[in-house]
């Protein structure tokens, strides 16, 4: 397993991380990133599906952006902690 797996099931606490990272290449809008994500600094970091949906003059998702993660879609703001892992080829 590559280095992003030693990540899961930790907290932010524990790794001393915050924040939105985006993807080296910035944001795509309308597209869906595998991504490592936590709501609060003690909740364990766990996969989910983000969907960037419309970007901002600054290139950061807004509109219509979310985590979707078992049956509950959540806001990016919502976030405490979050990581691409990779962008989802929807062509594949």
């Not at 909740?43 to 979310?66: C, K, M, V, W």
């Amino acid at each position: 397993m590559g280095t992003e797996h030693k990540i899961i099931n930790r907290t932010p606490h524990e790794l001393d991380v915050h924040g939105v990272t985006p993807p080296k290449n910035g944001w795509k809008q309308q597209s869906y990133y595998v991504v490592n994500v936590s709501f609060s600094n003690y909740n364990p970091i766990h996969r989910a599906i983000f969907y960037t949906g419309f970007l901002n003059d600054d290139g950061q998702p807004n509109g219509y952006s979310e985590i979707g993660f078992y049956e509950d879609f959540t806001a990016i703001s919502d976030v405490y902690y979050m990581d691409v892992v990779r962008i989802i080829d929807v062509n594949e």
